[in-house]
């Protein structure tokens, strides 16, 4: 079997999928994208696609090492990204070869379901806990949260004491049987981070989300030892060479990987089984569409220290098309008791919706992350 050829389709609200195709008419489908950037990406797609072409499929472990390893700059977003997509393309197409999910050719399913949760209050939180009533009385056994706005180095204990006052909605809202992660988007500093992580003790988050940017990475100690809270970070992190000194660190509780932006499965897959002989727990990141999540949950399904997953369905960034708009059946991402099923048909165990994603694609979309300032002129963390 030999690659034969690709086609990019960048479809609103901000996604962009890759179909593989081969000569002997299997065919598979990936994300690559980067959020803001997927026109970037789309171009990096194209470059590595070049090397692939005319090969065989199934030596996955071999294109990804020569993707990456041949290129003499290597790592980072927006190369990772597009090597994500074509590996979660050439995965979908070896399931479906085998006539076999992703997750049995990995070693088999380690669980059934596993565990989701739904986001909650947008960009600047609002009306959170009436969001989070909403989604426990849908099912959803926990929700995320943005816990802040722009924060200063040093800032106002009045924003802080607002960001209390949402997340004691929340708690209030859902009771103590709901789990509430708190991301802080890398929009805090580590002065504000400590004061922040101490006050939200009192309303036991699962986890708080990106305390600093990766690049302040090595402030978790210092977080890390001022609150009992587990600490979670991951989504801008591209590789196990990036995870590796985060995990010997010891300060991180929960990885959060990218399957779009991290390599795609083969790499994800790696990043879990390193963060499990730390004690590290695993919540892969995915505000994306249907093919993300869908490798996502085959990874789930082998990882023992996967313990709950990111899913995009109602996100405030999907105000054109959503989760499920681009798959034929809709049933594969039933939710029930706040988990959903691993897909079990070959492959992904999806089928995009091709004719769909070719209308959406020819209006495409052109999204672009917020600037924010602070009050004082200066660009803040979004």
């Not at 590996?87 to 999910?101: E, F, M, N, R, V």
């Not at 209050?121 to 929700?143: I, L, M, N």
């Not at 940017?213 to 992190?237: C, D, F, Q, W």
Request: net charge negative; charged share 25%; aromatic share 10%.
């Amino acid at each position: 079997m030999k690659i034969t050829g690709y086609e990019l389709f960048q479809v609103p609200p901000r996604w962009l999928f890759l179909k593989i195709e081969t000569d002997e008419g299997i065919v598979g489908w990936g994300e690559p994208v980067i959020e803001g950037r997927a026109h970037t990406v789309k171009a990096a797609v194209e470059e590595l696609m070049e090397y692939i072409d005319g090969k065989n499929p199934l030596r996955i472990e071999d294109h990804w090492n020569m993707l990456y390893r041949s290129g003499f700059y290597r790592g980072g977003p927006i190369l990772m990204s597009a090597l994500a997509g074509i590996d979660q393309a050439l995965w979908d197409i070896k399931g479906k070869y085998y006539h076999a999910p992703i997750y049995d050719l990995l070693g088999g399913a380690a669980r059934d379901t596993i565990r989701v949760y739904s986001w909650i209050g947008g960009d600047r939180p609002a009306d959170v806990g009436e969001a989070a009533k909403q989604a426990a009385d849908t099912g959803f056994t926990a929700v995320k949260m943005n816990g802040t706005e722009e924060l200063q180095y040093i800032d106002s204990y009045e924003k802080i004491d607002a960001v209390a006052e949402r997340v004691a909605a929340v708690r209030e809202a859902v009771g103590k049987g709901v789990g509430i992660g708190i991301d802080f988007h890398g929009r805090v500093h580590k002065p504000m981070a400590k004061v922040l992580a101490k006050e939200l003790e009192p309303y036991r988050p699962m986890f708080l989300e990106e305390p600093v940017v990766p690049e302040n990475n090595e402030a978790l100690k210092s977080i890390a030892g001022h609150t009992h809270i587990p600490i979670a970070t991951g989504e801008r992190m591209f590789s196990r060479w990036d995870f590796k000194p985060l995990l010997e660190s010891g300060c991180v509780d929960v990885i959060q990987p990218d399957i779009s932006h991290a390599g795609g499965i083969t790499e994800t897959k790696k990043i879990a089984s390193m963060a499990e002989a730390y004690d590290v727990a695993v919540a892969p990141h995915c505000p994306l569409g249907p093919i993300a999540l869908a490798a996502c949950l085959h990874v789930d399904a082998t990882a023992h220290n996967a313990f709950i997953q990111e899913q995009s369905l109602g996100i405030h960034y999907n105000k054109e098309n959503d989760l499920l708009d681009y798959i034929k059946d809709h049933r594969v991402f039933d939710y029930e008791n706040g988990h959903v099923n691993i897909p079990q048909g070959p492959g992904l165990g999806i089928e995009v919706n091709e004719d769909y994603v070719r209308e959406r694609a020819a209006q495409g979309h052109n999204w672009k992350n917020p600037v924010w300032r602070h009050a004082d002129g200066s660009i803040a963390e979004w």
